[in-house]
């Protein structure tokens, strides 16, 4: 597990424009990441929120023990899950579609040869046998019933962002008007003021390429500097091709997606830099309501036709 300090976020609340009536803020460690919650609500309005992010964790942690993905990952037929696990698997299924394989929940069994903290890099051979074992298309799902079928799940590209979602429904139905809601990165903003979002230049100390300036969206950032390893002819990141099991061979080192749904983006922005700038801006081009800004390999600027760019600031048209 990672500790709090050596935390890397892609994503920096710079300023928020108006002045709330009440706010409560705290941060905690959950999710394996430095989780802030920040909402015109009451303490134990909040206090039910982490709750609800630790009931999540508790549910689709892969590490967590008796959790659905701890269960599934060790068993050789059809288990029983909850709602949400299902849920989540199948969109995840569906993204896995829509990536031509790119994305795959089934990679830890490749993911967990890797140590970026540790800068352990696994051999060909343990990297080879571990690719069999990949595939996402095998998992069955049987009304609340899953079988992995001899795979392992790993529900880290869009676990964050369907809980981000659920948190949102659940201050809504705490008639909470405005708050922001950050799992690590994973930045959700609600109500009736405009928020500032600032995109870390990649391999920057403290720099930003852009801001954003938001109402009511959901932003996520999946980069190549988040996590490393240096080496002498080229960089593992942690972006890990399901096909090969080593780094994906992108132009991009920063894709941010902004979009309606947490989950969505999470999944997209992972997907757009395993496919590349082009692929990649076509994909959101012809996706609703969602928009994306790109950092290339040489810290070049592309984003979707649905944002403006002046002055360093994006704003959707």
Same mark, same amino acid.
């Given at each position: 597990?990672?500790?709090?300090?050596?935390?890397?976020?892609?994503?920096?609340?710079?300023?928020?424009?108006? +002045?709330?009536?009440?706010?409560?803020?705290?941060?905690?460690?959950?999710?394996?990441? &430095?989780?802030?919650?920040?909402?015109?609500?009451?303490?134990?309005?909040?206090?039910?929120?982490?709750?609800? +992010?630790?009931?999540?964790?508790?549910?689709?942690?892969?590490?967590?023990?008796?959790?659905?993905?701890?269960?599934?990952?060790?068993?050789?037929?059809?288990? $029983?899950?909850?709602?949400?696990?299902?849920?989540?698997?199948?969109?995840?299924?569906?993204?896995?579609?829509?990536?031509?394989?790119?994305?795959?929940?089934?990679?830890?069994?490749?993911?967990?040869?890797?140590?970026?903290?540790?800068?352990?890099?696994?051999?060909?051979? $343990?990297?080879?046998?571990?690719?069999?074992?990949? /595939?996402?298309?095998?998992?069955?799902?049987?009304?609340?019933?899953?079988?992995?079928?001899?795979?392992?799940?790993?529900?880290?590209?869009?676990?964050?962002?369907?809980?981000?979602?659920?948190?949102?429904?659940?201050?809504?139905?705490?008639?909470?008007?405005?708050?922001?809601?950050?799992?690590?990165?994973?930045?959700?903003?609600?109500? /009736?003021?405009?928020?500032?979002?600032?995109?870390?230049?990649?391999?920057? *100390?403290?720099?930003?390429?852009?801001?954003?300036?938001?109402?009511?969206?959901?932003? &996520?950032?999946?980069?190549?500097?988040?996590?490393?390893?240096?080496?002498?002819?080229?960089?593992?990141?942690?972006?890990?091709?399901?096909?090969?099991?080593?780094? +994906?061979?992108?132009?991009?080192?920063? &894709?941010?997606?902004?979009?309606?749904?947490?989950?969505?983006? /999470?999944?997209?922005?992972?997907? +757009?830099?395993?496919?590349?700038?082009?692929?990649?801006?076509?994909?959101?081009?012809?996706?609703?309501?969602? $928009?994306?800004?790109?950092? *290339?390999? /040489?810290?070049?600027?592309?984003?979707?036709?649905?944002?403006?760019?002046?002055?360093?600031?994006?704003?959707?048209?």
């Amino acid at each position: 597990m990672k500790k709090i300090l050596s935390i890397n976020l892609s994503l920096v609340l710079l300023l928020l424009c108006s +002045c709330a009536q009440q706010e409560n803020k705290d941060t905690r460690f959950l999710l394996d990441t &430095v989780v802030t919650l920040t909402a015109s609500c009451d303490s134990d309005t909040l206090d039910g929120a982490f709750a609800l +992010c630790k009931e999540y964790e508790n549910l689709l942690s892969r590490t967590v023990e008796g959790s659905d993905i701890y269960k599934l990952n060790r068993s050789d037929g059809f288990v $029983e899950v909850s709602e949400h696990t299902v849920n989540i698997i199948k969109q995840a299924i569906y993204f896995g579609d829509l990536s031509g394989g790119k994305f795959d929940i089934t990679i830890y069994p490749v993911s967990s040869l890797w140590d970026f903290n540790k800068h352990i890099i696994p051999s060909r051979d $343990e990297i080879a046998e571990a690719l069999k074992n990949i /595939d996402y298309q095998s998992i069955e799902i049987n009304g609340n019933k899953v079988n992995p079928n001899g795979t392992k799940i790993d529900l880290g590209g869009i676990a964050k962002g369907y809980i981000a979602d659920r948190l949102l429904e659940y201050f809504k139905k705490n008639d909470i008007r405005e708050g922001i809601i950050d799992l690590g990165g994973n930045l959700v903003v609600f109500g /009736d003021r405009d928020y500032t979002v600032g995109i870390k230049q990649p391999f920057s *100390d403290g720099k930003y390429a852009a801001r954003l300036k938001l109402r009511n969206k959901t932003v &996520v950032t999946s980069g190549t500097y988040e996590r490393y390893i240096p080496a002498d002819i080229k960089l593992y990141h942690h972006i890990l091709d399901p096909k090969t099991g080593y780094a +994906c061979d992108s132009d991009l080192c920063s &894709v941010t997606v902004i979009a309606d749904s947490s989950m969505n983006a /999470d999944a997209l922005s992972t997907i +757009c830099l395993l496919l590349g700038l082009d692929a990649a801006k076509q994909l959101i081009e012809n996706t609703p309501d969602t $928009e994306a800004v790109f950092i *290339d390999n /040489d810290n070049k600027l592309h984003y979707t036709s649905g944002l403006t760019l002046n002055n360093g600031e994006f704003t959707l048209k």
